[in-house]
């Protein structure tokens, strides 16, 4: 799948069949974040792969929001250093990994924000970062119909020149 078709048709994705994922397709999900754009270059992210059902189950009782975690075969958890831009680039290198996975066939979600008690401490996370989200990963249990977004229409979402002015793609 193309670029383009991936960010056309990624849905996000909240329960997942347990077949396990390949080894190697988690590896390129990972390198799609440690490949994405940061500012300066910094990369102040880390990314920490759970695939214990034991630890998968503690993720979902600390992070509320994702109570379907559990059911994925994998996780990971973006952590960022506390700087300036941390934010933006673990965001960017959530999309990239959202997407690489969704090309490959692969579901997910971004689950939680910073701020998540105890997840910290479960992960041994030191002091001086956050944990960003958590992306649980896996094969759809349904087909999710691609491509069938419910989006403003383009003339409310792009303008010409100035804001308000309609958009001309010629």
């Known amino acids: 799948m193309d670029v383009f078709e991936a960010v056309n048709t990624v849905l996000a994705v909240r ?27 910094q990369q102040l992210w880390h990314f920490i792969v759970i695939d214990n059902p034991g630890e998968m189950k503690q993720l979902t009782e600390l992070v509320k929001t994702g109570p379907y975690i559990a059911q994925a075969p994998v996780a990971i958890v973006v ?3 506390r700087a300036p831009l941390a934010e933006s680039d673990g965001s960017r290198a959530i999309q990239s990994m959202l997407l690489t996975a969704w090309a490959e066939g692969i579901g997910s979600n971004w689950v939680g924000y910073i701020g998540m008690p105890g997840l910290n401490q479960l992960l041994n996370v030191p002091d001086k970062m956050d944990i960003l989200a958590v992306l649980p990963l896996g094969y759809p249990v ?29």
């Not at 329960?15 to 270059?41: D, H, K, V, Y």
């Not at 419910?150 to 308000?164: L, N, P």
């Open 142 to 170: 349904k087909s999710l119909g691609q491509g069938k977004k419910k989006r403003k229409a383009f003339s409310e979402i792009a303008s010409h020149g100035k804001y308000g002015s309609p958009f001309r793609s010629e």
């Open 79 to 81: 952590v960022i250093e």
């Open 15 to 41: 329960a997942f069949q347990p077949t396990p994922i390949p080894p190697e397709t988690i590896r390129r999900i990972l390198e799609a974040g440690r490949m994405t754009g940061s500012a300066s270059n």
